[in-house]
């Protein structure tokens, strides 16, 4: 190759990611080698040796000129240099294409128990908010148009469960990544007598992939974790979005902490929700990497080809920008201050009660509740169009609109009607499982927290 071919076509640049599975790969490939007695005892042990010598030495050890094509050579080129020609068995049995093929596996079961774990700590502190508003009533939007009170505790938790589900789909996808390709060899395994099953175990694989066409070129464990990951993204960028329409002048449901603010060169008056923007604009890197490594999968015929390297930088990158982003949405919406009155004063304004006060209609006086809807609908239009508020509707104004559009009059209790009209009370009468009052909320919370419990601990923690 030219020197500008081999720059071109090196996967070095993306490799470092790999190094320490590359020794664990190598290591576990030449210690099943020693066992199965397929290479000699004495050169095994120099092999296993070196490595555990490179794995102490470290990255900046490796020496990279120009015919070296890619890690893989780089850490047998080290191997060489350390023992002699005899580093050449450690590659019995084993090429480059199923040694890449495990080496990415390895690093990203790890990627993706931290991914989790960061998923779970967030979710811990958004039940911990949570639990600080239970009672704090906001207005619930739909068509972002206010539509029914909430609590704040009830919309964290709605982005919990959101969450939780990001967090579940890893861990089903963590099943197909760790699996072993190793032994796969080329791409029809070997005629060496190797154990695949010991080389799964060594390195704490579930299984060994069964075909060996499909071990070595298979790659939908990558898409499907940047799937993962762009789900992920995606429940981030949506909260991040809310926070920057909360944290306006318009809305001022919200303080976000000055150290997740800028501020502008030239309006000192300025608080800018920067790093909300940004992670908003970033999560979009893992939806362009996701189509990437897709669009590179969808025109390769069995086995290996080439362009499978290029899938890797874009997992790498993906994974940096979903880990990235997660860390600093954890700390900048755990900061975010709540304005209780404002988020009160929403709730309790364009009549967004308006639902509970049909409902007691139905339920009071046996009324169909299409009917109800229509006369809370004009009472609504016509409190509106002469300025009048919630608390100025009484059982006589009822009255007067239903006889206006040819109903019987209700006689509902004014206390009653005020009741329905209530932010608060109108929370809490939402005690169906799943509603926004204090007290499912409460229940929601403690299924979470044993949820986080049980999931911790399976990760170790
Ligand atoms: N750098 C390569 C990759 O990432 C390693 C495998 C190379 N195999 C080959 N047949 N050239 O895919």
């Known amino acids: 190759m030219t020197d500008e071919a081999a720059e071109y076509t090196s996967s ?56 070296v094509e890619d890690i893989h050579m780089a850490i047998e080129n080290y191997v060489t240099d350390k023992i002699g020609p005899t580093a ?45 508003h ?21 919309h964290l938790m709605a982005h919990v469960q959101a969450l939780k589900r990001d967090y579940e789909r890893l861990e089903d996808t963590y099943k197909r990544v760790n699996l072993n390709p190793l032994g796969s060899a080329a791409m029809t395994t070997t005629s060496f007598p190797i154990n695949r099953q010991l080389t799964t175990d060594l390195l704490g694989f579930d299984a060994y992939l069964e075909n060996s ?4 070129s298979s790659r939908d464990f990558i898409s499907e974790t940047v799937f993962d990951l762009s789900a992920l993204c995606t429940t981030l960028s949506k909260i991040c979005e809310e926070l920057i329409l909360w944290s306006t002048y318009e809305f001022g449901i ?29 999560s979009t890197i893992v939806n362009g990497e996701l189509v990437t490594i897709l669009t590179i999968l969808k025109a390769i015929p069995y086995t290996y080809n080439r362009d ?35 988020c009160l004063e929403l709730a309790g304004t364009n009549f967004a009660t308006a639902t509970d006060l049909a409902d007691i209609m139905v339920r009071e006086k046996q009324i169909p509740f299409r009917t109800a809807h229509k006369i809370v609908g004009r009472i609504v239009n016509e409190a509106t169009a002469s300025g009048l508020k919630e608390a100025d509707i009484t059982s006589e104004y009822i009255d007067d609109i239903a006889s206006e559009l040819g109903f019987e009059k209700l006689g509902l209790e004014d206390d009653l009607v ?24 409460e229940i929601a919370r403690d299924n979470i927290k044993e949820f986080l419990n049980e999931e911790f601990e399976k990760k170790g923690i």
């Open 308 to 342: 499978l390297q290029e899938i890797t930088p874009h997992l790498w990158n993906a994974v940096k920008v979903t880990q990235d982003t997660l860390s600093i949405v954890t700390k900048m919406l755990l900061s975010v201050k709540f304005k209780e009155d404002r």
């Open 12 to 67: 070095l640049e993306f490799d470092k990611i790999i190094f320490e599975a590359d020794i664990k790969t190598n290591f576990a490939h030449t210690l099943m080698l020693k066992e199965e007695n397929i290479i000699d005892d004495e050169i095994a042990d120099n092999i296993l040796g070196a490595l555990d010598q490179l794995k102490e030495d470290g990255y900046n050890e490796l020496v990279f000129d120009p015919s």
């Open 213 to 216: 066409m499909d071990g070595v």
């Open 88 to 132: 050449g068995f450690m590659h019995t049995a084993k090429s480059r294409n199923d040694q890449v093929a495990t080496d990415v596996r390895l690093v990203l079961r790890d990627k993706i128990t931290e991914t989790q774990i960061g998923i779970l700590e967030f979710m811990e502190g958004l039940v911990e908010k949570a639990g600080e």
């Open 254 to 282: 919200i303080e976000m902490a000055d150290e997740y603010s800028s501020t502008s060169s030239i309006m000192p008056q300025k608080k800018n929700p920067d790093v909300a923007e940004l992670a908003r604009a970033k």
């Open 418 to 441: 005020q009741k329905a009209l209530n932010p608060l009370e109108n929370v809490k009468m939402r005690t169906v499982p799943g509603g926004p009052s204090p007290a499912m909320v």
């Open 134 to 154: 239970l009672e704090t009533v906001f207005i619930g939007y739909t068509h972002l148009q206010h539509a029914q009170p909430i609590t704040i505790a009830h």
